[in-house]
C-alpha cells in the first residue's frame, strides 16, 4: 500500500481508517489500551457522557492526546438539539470535529436524515468539520454535500445490530456518486464486513458496539484495524472482475477466428 | 385513543386459558423469534415459562449488552416533600398516616443537592408527595432551577399533570418523568384509592402519554408489584410501555419493577411476587422491548440487584434515602420516609460491585440542554 495512502478529512490526514467509539465499554480504562495496541486515530465519544466536572468519570481523560476527538450528538431528536450539543461540545474544548447523529425513533434507533441535514447546514457555516450519520440515500447525501458536510457516515444496519452491510446496495451508490468520503457507521459486527465496506470503496469504518461487546475488545480493535487495512489495500489493488461460470477449456466460438 | 382503550380490550383475554395452553414448544419458538409481539409477551410471563428463566437469562443479557453495553446508569432520589392528599392503602404517605410532615425550603434543597453531588451523582429523580396544594407546579420549577445547578439530568415523580404543566416543566430543566399507575386492574385501582385526587383512573392512566407529548425525553412506567396478579399486572405495564414506544418514537420508553415495601400503615401485599417471579418480569419485558430502560430500584435487597445486573437492568439508585431531606440532615428527618429501603449502600460501594461485575457506572448520561445558547439561530 502506497505510504501516503491517507484519508483527509476537514483538511486533517487519517492514516489508520478504522474509527471506533466509547459508548459500551465495560470501563473506560480500556480505551488507552485499545488505542495502543491498534493505532487507531480517530475516536467518537457521546458528549452526553461527557462529565467535565468528575475528573475520574470524565471519559475525556481516558482517550489520548494523539488521537482526533469526534465528539457526537447521541441523544439529540431535533436539529435544534444536535446544533446546541454541537456548540456545547466545541465550547467545552473538544474542537472543530462533530459527528452529527439526530435520532427521533427509539424503537429502531434510525437516524433522522432530515434534520441532520438541517444541522447539518447551520454547524459547517459556523466552521464546524461535520461529518453527519444517515440512513443511505442518495438525494439526501447529495443534500449534505451542499450543506457542507466533509464526509457521509451511512448505516450498515441499525445501530447495535451488528447485521453487517445490510444496505451494502445503498452504500455503493453513495461511493460511486458522492466525492466526500463516505464512512460506513453502524450495524457493522465483525472486522470480514468492514473488509467488505472498505473493498468496495469506503473511505474508513466506524464500529464501537462490534468492538466494546467483544470478549477482548483490544484484540477485536487490532482485528478491526487489520480487516480495513486488508480491504483498503484490495480496494487500492483493484479487485479483479467476478464470473458466473468459469471459463469454458476450450472456447465454444474459437472456430470463428 | 388513549392506552385505556388497549387496556379495555386487554383486560377481556382469558388470561388463564391462554396460560394453561402455553407448551414447552411455544416458548422455545419464541426464543427464537427477532421480534416478540404482545401475545409472545403474555407467553413469556406464563407460569409455563418459568421453567425457561436461564435460556430467557441468556437472551436478555445478550440483548441488554447489545444495546447498552457494559454500562449502568446511576441516579438517586431526592425527597421535596412528603405531603398527601390520597389514602392509598399501601403507602406511609397517606394523608390518613401519622407521619411527620415536611416540605424543603428552596435553602433546604440546595443543601440536598449539595450532599447528593457530592456523591458524584449527575442524574435525579425528585418526589413529592400527592398534594398541589403543598408542592404547587411553581414550587417544583423553582426547586428545578436550584438543581440545575448541581445536575445534568432532573426526572420527576410527582402527581398526574396536564400536557402544559409537564411542558412548564420540561421548559424550565425537567427531562424525565417516572410516574406508576401502581395498578391496572381498573377494580381493584378503586378499592386502594379510596378518597383524594388519584382515585381518577384514566387520569393517572394518561400521564405518562401526556408527558410525552410535553416533550419528556424519557418515561418511565410500572405497576407497584404485589397489589394484583403481577402476571396481568405486568403484561399490562408492557402494553402500556409499548403503547407508548410505538406511538412517541422519540420519547426513551422505559418501565420500573417496584415491589412494595413495608409503611407506616402496615398494608400487607396481597400477592406475593418473589425473586424468581420478579426475574420473569424483568427477562420477559426485555425480550419483548429489547432497548427499553429498565430501572430497579434499592425497594430490592443488595444481593438481589447484584444478581439482577446481569439481567436487563440498565439503571440502578444509589445512595438512597426515601426520607425528606434525608440526604443533608441525616438525624433530623427520620419518621418522614414513604417506606424502608433494602439496600444501604452509598454511591462508592455500588459504583465498585459494578466495577467487580464487569460494568462501568454511568454518572451522567444526558445534559439538559435548554435555554438560549449565544448565538442560537436554529
Ligand atoms: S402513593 Fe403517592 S398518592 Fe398515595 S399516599 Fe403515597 S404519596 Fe400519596
Not at chain 1, 468520503?181 to 466506524?206: F, H, K, N, W, Y
Not at chain 2, 418480569?281 to 434499592?298: E, K
Not at chain 2, 444501604?344 to 438560549?372: H, T
Request: charged letters at 25%; a negative charge; proline letters at 5%.
Amino acid at each position: 500500500m502506497p505510504n501516503n495512502d491517507k484519508l483527509i478529512i476537514g483538511g486533517q490526514e487519517i492514516g489508520n481508517r478504522f474509527f471506533t467509539g466509547t459508548g459500551k465499554h465495560a470501563s473506560n480504562a480500556i480505551i488507552p489500551q485499545i488505542v495502543e495496541h491498534s493505532g487507531i486515530e480517530v475516536i467518537t465519544v457521546a458528549l452526553r457522557r461527557v462529565d467535565l466536572s468528575s475528573p475520574q468519570e470524565n471519559i475525556l481523560n481516558y482517550i489520548p492526546k494523539q488521537v482526533k476527538l469526534l465528539p457526537n450528538t447521541s441523544g439529540a431528536r431535533n436539529a435544534q438539539e444536535a446544533v446546541r450539543i454541537a456548540r456545547l461540545a466545541r465550547a467545552t474544548g473538544c474542537g472543530n470535529w462533530i459527528k452529527i447523529e439526530v435520532i427521533s425513533d427509539n424503537k429502531y434507533l434510525l437516524p433522522d436524515n432530515y434534520e441532520t441535514v438541517k444541522a447539518t447546514e447551520i454547524l459547517a457555516k459556523e466552521g464546524f468539520v461535520v461529518l453527519p450519520y444517515v440512513s443511505p440515500d442518495l438525494m439526501v447525501a447529495k443534500a449534505l454535500v451542499d450543506a457542507g458536510a466533509a464526509a457521509v457516515m451511512p448505516l450498515g444496519a441499525p445501530i447495535g445490530t451488528n447485521k453487517g452491510l445490510q444496505t451494502k446496495e445503498l452504500i455503493r451508490i453513495l461511493i460511486d456518486e458522492i466525492k466526500l468520503p463516505i464512512i460506513v457507521d453502524a450495524g457493522i459486527g465483525r472486522p470480514s464486513e468492514a473488509a467488505e465496506a472498505m473493498e468496495m470503496g469506503a473511505a474508513a469504518v466506524l464500529a464501537n458496539t462490534a468492538v466494546a461487546t467483544a470478549k477482548d475488545p483490544v484484540l477485536m480493535a487490532r482485528a478491526f484495524c487489520q480487516a480495513v487495512e486488508a480491504g483498503r489495500k484490495a480496494y487500492l489493488a483493484g479487485l479483479g472482475p467476478t464470473r458466473d461460470v468459469a471459463d469454458a477449456s476450450s472456447p465454444l466460438t474459437g472456430f470463428l477466428d | 385513543m388513549s392506552f385505556y382503550d388497549i387496556y379495555q380490550e386487554a383486560k377481556n383475554i382469558d388470561f388463564e386459558q391462554h396460560w394453561q395452553s402455553v407448551t414447552d414448544n411455544d416458548i422455545l419458538r419464541i426464543l427464537t423469534k427477532e421480534r416478540l409481539d404482545a401475545a409472545d409477551y403474555l407467553t413469556l410471563l406464563s407460569p409455563r415459562a418459568a421453567d425457561f428463566l436461564e435460556p430467557m437469562a441468556q437472551r436478555a443479557h445478550r440483548l441488554t449488552v447489545q444495546h447498552f453495553g457494559h454500562t449502568m446508569l446511576l441516579y438517586t432520589p431526592m425527597y421535596l416533600a412528603n405531603h398527601c392528599a390520597n389514602h392509598c392503602l399501601y403507602c406511609s404517605f397517606s394523608a390518613l398516616n401519622k407521619l411527620k410532615r415536611k416540605k424543603l425550603s428552596l435553602a433546604q434543597v440546595e443543601e440536598e443537592a449539595k450532599a447528593i453531588a457530592a456523591t458524584g451523582l449527575k442524574h435525579i429523580l425528585i418526589l413529592t408527595g400527592e398534594s398541589p396544594a403543598h408542592s404547587p407546579v411553581s414550587y417544583i420549577a423553582d426547586c428545578v432551577g436550584v438543581l440545575k445547578k448541581y445536575f445534568d439530568s432532573i426526572s420527576i415523580e410527582v402527581y398526574p399533570l396536564s400536557t402544559e404543566e409537564y411542558a412548564q416543566l420540561v421548559a424550565v430543566g425537567v427531562d424525565g418523568l417516572t410516574i406508576y399507575q401502581e395498578v391496572y386492574d381498573e377494580e381493584m385501582y378503586k378499592h386502594l384509592h379510596p378518597r383524594g385526587p388519584k382515585r381518577d383512573y384514566r387520569y393517572r392512566l394518561d400521564a405518562p402519554e401526556r408527558g410525552c407529548k410535553a416533550k419528556m425525553r424519557t418515561v418511565n412506567v410500572g405497576a407497584l408489584l404485589g397489589l394484583e396478579d403481577w402476571r396481568k399486572e405486568a403484561f399490562f405495564t408492557g402494553l402500556h410501555a409499548d403503547y407508548l414506544q410505538n406511538k412517541y418514537l422519540d420519547t426513551e420508553i422505559g418501565i420500573s419493577v417496584p415491589r412494595i415495601r413495608p409503611n407506616v400503615g402496615g398494608f400487607s401485599p396481597k400477592v406475593d411476587v418473589t425473586d424468581r417471579h420478579l426475574v420473569q418480569i424483568i427477562l420477559a419485558y426485555r425480550l419483548f422491548m429489547p432497548r427499553a430502560g429498565i430501572a430497579v430500584s434499592t425497594r430490592e435487597r443488595a444481593e438481589l440487584r447484584n444478581h439482577l445486573i446481569k439481567l436487563g437492568v440498565t439503571k440502578m439508585s444509589a445512595g438512597v434515602t426515601t426520607e425528606v431531606g434525608g440526604h443533608s440532615e441525616k438525624d433530623s428527618a427520620e419518621g418522614t420516609g414513604q417506606f424502608e429501603i433494602s439496600d444501604n449502600r452509598g454511591v462508592d460501594e455500588i459504583k465498585q460491585m459494578l466495577l467487580s461485575q464487569g460494568y462501568q457506572p454511568v454518572f451522567k448520561d444526558w445534559q439538559c440542554i435548554d435555554g438560549e445558547m449565544p448565538g442560537e439561530s436554529v
